[in-house]
């Protein structure tokens, strides 16, 4: 479990304040209810967001675009969030500039914090909160040399019963069941698989795989996230003049391919080297995932100025910013 430790979620021990339905609190004073009705039945959504230090300064990757998928899981989960895209955008970067934790994994959730027991719950106070913890690899901190999957007994849920574009907390039970399942093997992540046997997805990342040149990765139709890093990692490919072709993917296909890797805000860009006792290529990162996540640094540490757009300014602080009020 020694492993666990140290590959998860950074340390929470530097975080000075959460952000909470408009106040920056102690992190101790960061409570919810036990009957909340988001700890029972799961309805809650949330975002995952990297902060990087660069050159010029502090900024977080691609923010606009994860506030927007915030409130579209929202909106399928029926949370409507109390404030504008622009206030939420603006209480994530007052987060990361009180904390000042770089690089840092931002964690906005949106909850009903009850206390409420009954399923059909669309009355109960809805929540936002947020934090920011240090990042550190999600996939080991040699992930950027490749990682060994196993693909997962356990399938994808199906998203006419969950829906998978939407990130929401009860999704993450099936990442828990494939995740744990291919640790206590041995492996560094999960591949899971769809209810008809077309690949899916990682516990927390999207698959993309290289073949003759060409970039395949499932389609948007599939049971999978609309991954923000997927989305940038299209982009980065297809303006190095490499193909990229979404569509349905067997375990077969997936053996045969040149090269795996993973994408994800937490797991950045992760070569797969092995999957379930298969090498992978020669077993080492090849050159279109090396080009691509040498590209996605450069971007994100901001020595890229072709996609500085994706980076969003955060101010530093020198002294904490005026709290932002409910609407
Ligand atoms: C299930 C799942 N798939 C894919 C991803 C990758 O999405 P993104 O690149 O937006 O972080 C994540 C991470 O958020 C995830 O949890």
New binding site residues.
């Given amino acids: 479990m020694q492993r666990d430790v140290e590959k998860g979620l950074g340390t929470a021990d530097a975080m000075k304040k959460i952000w909470m339905n408009g106040t920056l609190v102690d992190p101790a004073e960061a409570k919810v209810s036990v009957l909340s009705h988001t700890l029972h039945y799961g309805v809650g959504v949330f975002e995952?967001i990297r902060g990087y230090m660069g050159p010029k300064g502090g900024a977080i990757f691609r923010l606009a675009d994860?506030v927007k998928?915030l409130f579209l899981s929202s909106k399928v989960y029926r949370l409507p969030i109390p404030y504008t895209e622009e206030q939420v955008l603006k209480a994530i970067v007052e987060t990361q500039a009180v904390n000042d934790i770089w690089p840092s994994y931002i964690r906005p959730i949106v909850y009903r914090d009850g206390p409420a027991l009954g399923v059909k719950n669309l009355t109960t106070k809805v929540s936002l909160a947020i934090a920011a913890v240090p990042a550190k690899k999600y996939l080991g901190e040699k992930s950027d040399e490749g990682i060994r999957a196993k693909i997962s007994p356990f399938r994808k849920a199906h998203s006419d019963a969950m829906p998978a574009l939407a990130?929401a907390v009860g999704?993450?039970l099936g990442?828990y069941l494939a995740g744990t399942d291919a640790s206590q093997d041995g492996y560094d992540e999960a591949i899971l698989l769809d209810k008809n046997g077309f690949l899916a997805?990682?516990?927390?990342?999207?698959l993309f795989m290289v073949r003759s040149g060409t970039v395949y990765t499932p389609g948007t139709e599939g049971d999978?996230?609309l991954?923000?890093?997927?989305d940038s990692v299209i982009r980065i490919a297809q303006d190095l003049g490499v193909p990229v072709v979404q569509k349905q993917l067997s375990v077969g296909e997936l053996l045969a391919a040149d090269e795996v890797f993973f994408?994800?805000?937490?797991a950045e860009i992760a070569p797969v080297r092995e999957v379930s006792h298969y090498t992978i290529g020669n077993g080492k990162p090849g050159p279109i995932t090396r080009d691509v996540q040498d590209i996605f640094y450069r971007t994100v540490s901001g020595e890229e100025s072709k996609y500085a757009a994706w980076l969003y300014p955060v101010p530093a602080l020198a002294r904490p910013v005026a709290r932002t009020g409910r609407r």
């Fill in positions: 995952g994860h998928r990130k999704n993450y990442s997805e990682g516990t927390g990342e999207n999978i996230l991954g923000i890093t997927r994408t994800g805000t937490y």
